[in-house]
């Protein structure tokens, strides 16, 4: 009986899940490609691609370029072969759909369970899965806009396994959530600055780089220009919704190699400087170092895509300190990108030129990631900065 009682799920996650559940249905019904307006999704637009859902069935990676990395083209592979029994290309493509919808609702719902236990290992407010997760429209927009959720699952259960101490789990959660997006290698410095010997900051490095070659060597030995050619997109791809594009052109190499300094820059003084402050346990510690290293992701990168706003959803709700009106700030001004992206009335013609407001939001947002991330790394000096501030004001 009591082990009975122990696999019980409790209440407020059954609630949670519920909630989630019911919104993520309303998500999948409002990107149905056959709606009327139809609201565009990444994953419906790459079954209109020869070798997905035009043409013969082929195999990305191997047959032709595919820009997303390998789970990605695994999961589209298999899901766009409904084509095979479906002749119809609108009844094949609405398959397709259900079935990507229902891979992603698993790892939606595995992310909710599993940063559920986060929230109870460190004792934190289960309040804020609902307040900065579920009623976030980050999660409401792009849960089934993209694939992002699938290394989002990778990556929380990479942090939930290494809290507990079990690394080995969490390399390999590491070493799959980067064969789904690149983001969750982010998480290999933090990892690697909690060690205390070489040998072990090594194997935290070596380890998540093993299990994505493993993943991929079939396809390297296959072709490895095809497989190449998903980096190759990637590195010679524009800006794209960056705070760059107000300092350099568009398709201007440049801004790559500034946005590496930055990014690099950030990794360095956030990890770095993170050391030096006290916590009230080694799992804050850790958990802050993630924030840090995230939301230098999204400040010093070149292409900053509105569902990437998801990767910050499970640390706001572990991070209670971090303040609620500067979340929903961001959420905000992140969501007017993709409202006003497909209407030129309002872009100005261009989403991504620098005086298309598209733009302008952006930067606000990123703005915004940058003062948290200063927030999170220097606490005390800016709550100094902002009382002198107001006293300066009041004068």
């Known amino acids: 009986m009591k082990r009975l009682r122990d696999s019980t799920i409790p209440r407020e996650l059954r609630d949670i899940l519920l909630a989630a559940t019911l919104i993520?249905?309303?998500?999948?019904?409002?990107?149905?490609?056959?709606?009327?307006?139809?609201?565009?999704?990444?994953?419906?637009?790459v079954f209109y691609r020869e070798g997905i859902g035009q043409g013969p069935h082929l195999i990305p990676y191997y047959d032709f370029t595919f820009e997303y990395p390998l789970l990605v083209g695994v999961f589209v592979y298999l899901c766009s072969s409904v084509r095979i029994w479906v002749a119809n290309f609108s009844q094949a493509m609405a398959y397709y759909t259900v079935l990507m919808n229902l891979i992603l609702y698993a790892f939606t719902m595995g992310t909710i369970?599993?940063?559920?236990?986060?929230?109870?290992?460190?004792?934190?407010?289960?309040?804020?899965?609902?307040?900065?997760?579920?009623?976030?429209?980050?999660?409401?927009?792009?849960?089934?806009?993209?694939?992002?959720?699938?290394?989002?699952?990778?990556?929380?259960?990479?942090?939930?396994?290494?809290?507990?101490?079990?690394?080995?789990?969490?390399?390999?959660?590491?070493?799959?959530?980067?064969?789904?997006?690149?983001?969750?290698?982010?998480?290999?410095?933090?990892?690697?600055?909690?060690?205390?010997?070489?040998?072990?900051?090594?194997?935290?490095?070596?380890?998540?780089?093993?299990?994505?070659?493993?993943?991929?060597?079939?396809?390297?030995?296959?072709?490895?220009?095809?497989?190449?050619d998903t980096w190759r997109y990637h590195a010679q791809w524009g800006i794209e919704d960056s705070w760059l594009i107000f300092f350099f052109n568009q398709m201007d190499p440049n801004a790559h190699y500034a946005a590496l300094a930055v990014l690099l820059y950030l990794v360095y003084k956030g990890l770095a400087d993170s050391g030096k402050r006290s916590y009230a346990s080694g799992e804050e510690r850790i958990i802050t170092r993630v924030f840090l290293m995230y939301a230098a992701w999204l400040f010093g990168n070149y292409v900053v895509t509105p569902q990437m706003a998801l990767i910050l959803l499970p640390l706001f709700v572990l991070l209670p300190s971090i303040p609620l009106p500067a979340i929903y700030a961001a959420e905000v001004f992140n969501a007017l990108i993709i409202v006003l992206w497909f209407t030129p009335e309002l872009n100005l013609g261009n989403p991504l030129i620098a005086s298309s407001p598209v733009q302008w939001f952006s930067a606000i947002r990123q703005v915004i990631w940058l003062t948290l991330f200063i927030y999170m790394l220097y606490p005390d000096k800016v709550k100094r900065w902002t009382q002198r501030l107001l006293e300066r004001v009041e004068t």
């Not at 390999?172 to 997006?181: E, F, N, P, T």
């Open 113 to 228: 369970v599993t940063l559920y236990r986060i929230v109870v290992k460190v004792k934190g407010e289960v309040s804020r899965m609902w307040k900065c997760f579920l009623v976030m429209p980050s999660y409401l927009m792009f849960v089934t806009y993209n694939w992002d959720i699938v290394a989002i699952f990778f990556s929380t259960l990479a942090l939930q396994y290494f809290l507990k101490g079990e690394k080995g789990k969490a390399d390999l959660s590491v070493g799959l959530g980067i064969a789904a997006k690149l983001f969750p290698a982010m998480l290999v410095p933090v990892f690697m600055a909690e060690e205390k010997t070489w040998p072990q900051r090594l194997k935290r490095l070596a380890a998540p780089l093993l299990v994505f070659l493993a993943l991929n060597t079939p396809f390297i030995l296959a072709n490895f220009n095809r497989w190449f």
């Open 24 to 45: 993520y249905v309303f998500s999948v019904w409002e990107h149905l490609p056959g709606l009327v307006p139809s609201h565009y999704t990444d994953i419906a637009s």
